[in-house]
């Protein structure tokens, strides 16, 4: 059975043509899924997409949340 292989990405743009989207997406090569999200290149994949969001660090006794 195939492996998921699960990346975070930076979606830059999409075109359209006819019926067709392409989807073009920044992904670090630093990232230990990059080469293996690379070689799915030319096969069917299911894409989900989800936002992120930044992280708030706060204190559990007074709530007072900070940014660093």
């Not at 043509?17 to 989807?23: D, E, P, R």
């Not at 992904?27 to 799915?40: C, G, I, Q, T």
């Amino acid at each position: 059975m195939p492996s998921a292989v699960s990346i975070r990405a930076f979606f830059k743009q999409a075109t359209i043509k006819g019926g067709t989207a392409t989807l073009q997406f920044e992904v670090l090569m630093e990232d230990a899924n990059a080469f293996p999200m690379m070689r799915k290149n030319g096969k069917y994949v299911i894409l989900t997409a989800e936002d992120t969001q930044q992280a708030m660090d706060f204190d559990d006794e007074t709530g007072e949340v900070w940014d660093e």
